[in-house]
Structures are given as structure tokens and as C-alpha cells.
Nanobody, 113 residues
Framework: QVQLVESGGGVVQPGGSLRLSCAGS????????MRWYRQAPGNQRELVAT???????DYEDSVKGRFTASRDDVKNTVHLQMNSLKPEDTAVYYC???????WGQGTQVTVSA
């Protein structure tokens, strides 16, 4: 059974940082592209970053230069380092095994003064 578990969310002031993690079991990450999404209240789920299985990373425009995605295939984990956070980054963040129905449960990120 495939399971993805996100962690690292929380409440942070504007300009602050958080590091999200997504740990997987029942699947070998190294064979797959991995994705981070987010969903703010009232909005559709939005793709934030895609990490290919070769380590190439694409970012949504609004997070370029502030967010850094990475993967550790030995630990079957992906991360999202989020710096210079803004209130508009507030959302539930999800990891996904790209092109599959495997999603984590989400972790809440709230950016507020």
C-alpha cells in the first residue's frame, strides 16, 4: 500500500521560512517524477513544483527564487524549502507521485503577522 506523509507545516510570519517534507512508503520514489501542490481556501489546487527523476525542477512563477524543491531517493523523501513567505502562500500543501493518484494528506501552511 502506497502512503505519502507530509510534515513541516505551521504558522509563520511574512518573510519567514518553513521546510516541508514528504515521506513515502510502498513505492520507490526514484522511478517517478514528484510534485508539490497547494490549495488555498476557495481556490483550485495549484501545482507548485515538479521534480523529475533526474533532478530537474520546474516551479510555478510566483514561487521562483523563494522555494526550493529537492528529493532524497535513498530516504524516499521529497522536500520543499520555502523562504520569504508571503500571506498569499497560505494554503494546504500536498505532495504527489506525479501522473498517479497517490497523494499525501496535506500539511497546513499559514503565513500571517
Amino acid at each position: 500500500q502506497v502512503q505519502l506523509v507530509e510534515s513541516g507545516g505551521g504558522v509563520v510570519q511574512p518573510g519567514g521560512s518553513l521546510r516541508l517534507s514528504c515521506a513515502g512508503s510502498g513505492i520507490i520514489f526514484s522511478s517517478y517524477f514528484m510534485r508539490w501542490y497547494r490549495q488555498a481556501p476557495g481556490n483550485q489546487r495549484e501545482l507548485v513544483a515538479t521534480i523529475t527523476n533526474r533532478g530537474t525542477i520546474d516551479y510555478e512563477d510566483s514561487v521562483k527564487g523563494r522555494f526550493t524543491a529537492s528529493r532524497d531517493d535513498v530516504k524516499n523523501t521529497v522536500h520543499l524549502q520555502m523562504n520569504s513567505l508571503k500571506p498569499e502562500d497560505t494554503a494546504v500543501y500536498y505532495c504527489q507521485v506525479a501522473f498517479t493518484d497517490y497523494w499525501g494528506q496535506g500539511t497546513q501552511v499559514t503565513v500571517s503577522a
